[in-house]
């Protein structure tokens, strides 16, 4: 089974401070993971996703996350929060391509000017 | 590309009726598409896969008699929430697979669904 746990239910920073979101993950398989971003009365929007390969993976808006397997870790990161990045943040894992996903609780992204 | 529409956006409705709320690929075919539910400041809660031609393969706990899925085309899922009850207000979101495509699921923008 996979599970994804992400720390820290609400984040706050200050506009241009760097933004850390944390995730970590359980997977009895090589994991897919992913990053999904979630604006108010909004579906999802794919930031970044881990499969294979580079475990530095680079996403939209100037994201990008590290896959590290001995931390069993995923998190998120951006080097200069915008106002515009004030968000829901969920982290998700599956097992395989194509399969369904298991998402973390989510993160609440607040920037401050 | 890949983009994933549900319509209707907002529903409500009377405790007791059905509603039912569409899920399109718009630009690609979709073998299997997802139904996910997520309460208010909550994550999302994976329902049921649905797969184009059979049946739906529902989580445990999902009733499968009161959240009916179709899957008749390549590009349309249907989610029928039968007598509903106010507990069954929530925001639900369709996700889809592109046929022969990469791991990645686009998501829909969600309906949300109010029973009073």
């Known amino acids: 089974a996979q599970s994804v746990t992400q720390l820290g239910s609400h984040v706050s920073v200050s506009e241009g401070a760097l933004v850390l979101l944390r995730c970590n993950y359980s997977?009895?398989?090589?994991?897919?993971l992913f990053w999904y971003v979630q604006y108010p009365n909004q579906g999802l929007q794919l930031l970044l996703k881990?499969?294979?390969?580079?475990?530095l993976v680079k996403g939209i808006n100037g994201f990008e996350a590290e896959f590290k397997k001995s931390e069993t870790s995923f998190h998120l990161t951006k080097p200069s929060a915008h106002m515009s990045d004030a968000a829901e943040y969920f982290c998700?894992?599956?097992?395989?391509?194509?399969?369904?996903?298991?998402f973390g609780k989510g993160t609440s992204l607040l920037v401050t000017p | 590309g890949a983009v994933v529409s549900q319509h209707p956006s907002r529903v409500i409705c009377k405790s007791g009726t059905s509603v039912k709320i569409e899920c399109r690929s718009l630009?690609?075919?979709?073998?299997?598409m997802f139904w996910y539910r997520q309460f208010p400041k909550k994550s999302l809660m994976l329902m049921a896969t649905?797969?184009?031609?059979?049946?739906?393969?529902?989580e445990q706990g999902v009733e499968k008699d009161k959240f009916l899925i179709n899957h008749a085309s390549l590009t349309l899922s249907t989610l029928t929430v039968t007598s509903a009850h106010p507990e069954d207000s929530s925001f639900y979101i369709c996700?889809?697979?592109?046929?022969?495509?990469?791991?990645?699921?686009?998501f829909g923008p969600g309906t949300r669904l109010t029973v009073l």
């Open positions: 881990y499969t294979t390969g580079a475990t």
């Open positions: 998700a894992v599956s097992a395989n391509s194509g399969y369904a996903l298991n």
């Open positions: 630009d690609f075919q979709a073998t299997t």
């Open positions: 649905s797969n184009e031609g059979s049946k739906a393969t529902y």
């Open positions: 996700s889809a697979n592109r046929q022969g495509g990469t791991d990645t699921q686009y």
């Open positions: 997977s009895s398989v090589p994991p897919y």
